[in-house]
């Protein structure tokens, strides 16, 4: 019987070029006729060369994770094969260049060799169009219809014909050439159902959430992988009347998105570990001063310059305790990529509503993977603008008037009579400087109320679900791009009878409690699985609810598949 | 967004007066201090081109100068060491027609802040950045500052400040700021008239301004005998001859060193899409289908 729900891997030297673009091409092909794709990359943190793979899970159902290993594993070269061979699942398929690996005898794989390089170079005098006769290759032996790969041809060179006509050559010659091979896989894509999605990254998904929430000020400094939101800002933004700036540097950037704030205009910022780093002295002054910021750390691996192409959950002590000081924050993780847009759009509703500065944690394979999505949702959270004097006396106007929630209203020069200054020091209502004992207890006090009334408004179902069976023996806890891979082991135990269940929440400072609480109380073990070493997360847990979870870490620089988190599931119930 | 061009001298019936730009708290400053008379003539100015106070935002890092917005009746921004030209550099892009002024010391533009200071010049954002120089670190009492004088003795330096000091007119001219002046606090009149040039210049200005420190550095006896007026027909438009006045003074000269007329960072990119269109999340996401 066909498998019409299987994961393609291509990898190769990046020197050669196109490892990465042939998989987005066919994911991007899949997904525009109407299959499910969920693409991963990971390549070398270098200027040019070294390995690197990409790989689109393809469905005509609904996929939530990378999966596990491979099914068809495309070697560009050598190492790809050797790098790979022992991810590729059973029945298997090895595609390859032949005249540049040489596979081990293995009969438990079905092999294709192609003379990929040669064909371009001597039957298509086309040496370019490697890539494109790789895609019709792909297409012929797996069942996309070629057209859709030939519809982005025409798209992407539509003002090359020359190139257009040589890529749809190299294309359909791929094809035709699967004709003279005898398939011998059963991978075989099903049915599209055409209908219309969206294929998004995570960073395409928070950019739009941004730009819907209202963002119309964007600073950064370039940084991996949180780059193309910076990019996309300086595209998008001058067309709704923003602006985006590239900053000097990562203080200067978060530094001019308080400037914003101040003056009136819902303003972000986004980076990776390094440049969180540099921003911690600015995150206390918009704490301090009361100003609405959202920051997004898109983390990446390793302390110091670490391994800046690969994820990492490793930021979360970071963002939970980044400053000197007591200084309020609130912590977000979106779980996908369609997750992403709803997240920030609540980003930017808790910084205006609180005015704090606001934390969003993405991470390598979350922000740069991408993913099909039917739309993305604009009615579960509004678009908040923040609370000003209105109608109030200039002359009495306290700007950080100490109220039951903790938020007061915030004045915006140039539209408001109400002037005030605001404070880096500790300050009176009116924010001046006042730095006697009751003050800072009355201040402080005021500063993390609004924490408390934003748990209030997270701790809930939306925001913190739950997924498997009521009770259950083990509970899962997980954060971040970690969800998909989560559900899809918890569903794999419940079909073998294990009684598991999940919760994730989105929202890590302040903690959904409540919900938390009573999710513990209804398992009898609780796991944490997280991408970094010292169980960042369990540790909040502990610390906050008082659990003490099984940790399952991971620091490969890759994320968690599927059968990682069901072999603990297992191994933790077989123990119990 | 709010959107427009800067308001300069729009006279409203109501006249405001230079008492109406204090904010009734009592300076913190030492008695003698430069920063009197820089603040003296900061209201004088913002009188004199009768700003509302609505429209006027002054940011400032840390030190004793950066304390100047508590005295005003404007807005005001008392950030964090060294930052005060970004965060005034956003509030300007957001909001191009409010009057920002960025104020600080030495300590401030100079060294902790200094990275900041090119970009800001080179961008030529249309701000008025005042630098209270008074060559020593004042709130932490006494120790070297990034403009100290060679072999200058103090708590931080034992043995000498070894370092060359900043020239912070020549590192502003350097880096392309397009209206670049020094005053002497002990001139607030003149001061005054620099300051209100500064703020009507449309780009990045900067006034480097003697304010000693009484307390712990005390250069009014040096400066009184070194200042001296620039020529009477200089040419403030010639970049070389500033830099190359800026580089071999032996006397401290005061007045406008140089102007001119580059485009505007906060109107450029306003400029990159002529039409503006409202954000429409549908259209925006067809890109991705």
């Known amino acids: 019987m066909a498998r019409d729900d299987f994961i393609i891997r291509i990898g190769g030297d990046t020197a050669i070029g196109g490892v990465i673009s042939t998989g987005e091409n066919f994911a991007t092909a899949a997904a525009r006729i109407g299959f499910h794709t969920f693409t991963f990359r990971t390549y070398p943190s270098e200027i040019k060369g070294g390995h690197a793979w990409f790989q689109v899970r393809i469905s005509n159902r609904p996929v939530y994770s990378l999966g596990d290993g491979c099914d068809i594993l495309i070697a560009f070269d050598q190492e790809a094969y050797e790098l790979h061979r022992k991810d590729l699942n059973e029945s298997g398929v090895l595609i390859y260049d032949s005249d540049l690996v040489q596979p081990e005898p293995d009969g438990s794989l079905v092999r294709y060799g192609v003379r990929f390089q040669n064909i371009a170079r001597h039957e298509l005098e086309f040496v370019r169009g490697t890539n494109v006769l790789v895609l019709g290759v792909m297409a012929g032996l797996f069942g996309l219809p070629p057209t859709a790969l030939e519809e982005m041809v025409k798209t992407r060179y539509k003002r090359r014909a020359d190139l257009m006509e040589k890529n749809i050559q190299a294309l359909r010659h791929g094809y035709e050439y699967t004709k003279k091979i005898q398939k011998e896989d059963k991978y075989w894509l099903g049915t599209a159902d055409h209908m219309a999605r969206l294929i998004m990254s995570g960073n395409d998904a928070i950019t739009a959430g941004a730009l819907h929430a209202g963002c119309r000020y964007f600073a950064g400094y370039p940084i ?5 939101i910076l990019e996309t800002m300086a595209s998008q933004l001058p067309r709704f009347g923003g602006v985006c700036l590239q900053a000097e540097d990562e203080m200067a950037a978060i530094a001019s998105v308080i400037g914003a704030s101040y003056a009136g205009t819902k303003a972000m910022t986004a980076t990776s570990g390094p440049g969180f780093s540099l921003m911690t002295e600015l995150l206390g002054l918009a704490a301090m001063a009361e100003i609405p910021i959202v920051i997004v750390d898109a983390q990446r691996s390793g302390p110091s310059t670490g391994m800046p192409t690969k994820l990492e959950q490793s930021d979360l ?17 979106p779980a996908s990529v369609q997750n992403c847009f709803r997240v920030t759009v609540l980003a930017f509703g808790l910084a205006e509503k609180y005015q704090c500065p606001v934390i969003l944690l993405s991470d390598q394979s979350l922000s740069q993977r991408t993913e099909t999505i039917s739309t993305v949702d604009t009615d579960v959270f509004p678009v908040v603008e923040r609370v000003r004097p209105n109608g109030t006396d200039p002359e009495s106007y306290l700007r950080y008037k100490v109220t039951e929630n903790g938020v007061s209203p915030m004045a915006i020069p140039g539209l408001d009579p109400h002037t005030y200054v605001a404070p880096g020091l500790e300050h009176d209502e009116r924010g001046h400087p006042r730095l006697s004992s009751e003050v800072h207890e009355t201040m402080t006090a005021k500063r993390f109320r609004k924490l408390e009334a934003a748990r209030k408004e997270i701790d809930n179902e939306e925001l913190c679900p739950r997924y498997g069976p009521e009770k259950a023996d083990l509970g899962i806890i997980g954060w971040g791009a970690t969800q998909g891979s989560i559900r899809e082991a918890v569903d794999r135990a419940l079909g073998e009878g294990l009684q598991v269940a999940a919760m994730h929440p989105r929202v890590l400072n302040p903690l959904p409690a409540e919900r938390l609480s009573e999710f513990v109380s209804s398992v009898k073990h609780v796991l944490v699985p997280e991408v970094n070493y010292q169980g960042q997360f369990a540790h909040h847990l502990a610390a906050t609810l008082g659990v003490r979870p099984i940790r399952l870490n991971k620091i490969s620089g890759l994320p968690f598949t599927p059968g990682e988190i069901h072999g603990k599931i297992k191994e933790v119930l077989a123990h119990a | 967004m709010p959107d427009g ?21 009592k300076p913190v400053w030492c008695p003698g201090c430069g920063d009197f008379g820089v603040l003296s003539a900061t209201y004088k100015a913002l009188a004199s081109l009768q700003l509302q106070r609505k429209d006027v935002v002054v940011v400032s890092g840390i030190g004793c100068s950066s304390r100047t917005p508590y005295f005003m009746s404007t807005f005001g921004f008392h950030g964090v060491h060294g930052r005060s030209l970004p965060i005034a550099t956003g509030m300007k892009l957001a909001n ?27 961008r030529n954002v249309d701000i008025t950045c005042v630098m209270m120089d008074n060559q020593t670190y004042g709130l932490t009492k006494a120790q070297a500052s990034p403009t100290s004088f060679m072999g200058h003795k103090s708590k931080s330096t034992p043995y000498g400040v070894v370092a060359k000091p900043m020239a912070p007119v020549l590192f502003a001219l350097a880096n392309g700021a397009t209206y670049v002046a020094r005053g002497y606090s002990a001139k607030p009149n003149d001061l005054t008239d620099l300051l209100v040039q500064g703020v009507k210049h449309p780009g ?14 005390n250069t009014y006896d040096y400066y009184d005998e070194h200042i001296e007026e620039l020529p009477p027909d200089w040419n403030r438009h010639d970049l070389k001859a500033a830099i190359a006045l800026a580089l071999s003074e032996e006397k401290v000269h005061l007045g406008v060193f140089y102007e001119e007329e580059r485009p505007i960072f906060s109107k450029a990119v306003r400029e990159f899409e002529p039409e503006r269109k409202q954000f429409d999340l549908a259209t925006y996401l067809e890109r991705f289908s």
């Open chain 2, 5 to 25: 061009t800067k308001v300069v001298g729009t006279r409203e019936a109501e006249v405001l007066t230079i008492k109406e730009y204090k904010s009734g708290d």
């Open chain 2, 96 to 122: 191009p027609a409010l009057t920002v002024l960025a104020m600080g010391g030495d300590g401030d533009l100079m060294s902790i802040g200094a990275g900041h200071f090119p970009h800001a010049a080179a």
């Open chain 1, 317 to 333: 002590f970071h963002a939970l305790y980044a400053g000197h000081g007591d200084l309020p924050r609130i912590v977000l993780a």
């Open chain 2, 204 to 217: 990045f200005s900067f006034i480097h301004v003697q304010s000693p420190c009484a307390e712990f550095l």
């Open chain 1, 224 to 228: 991996t992988p949180a780059s193309d």
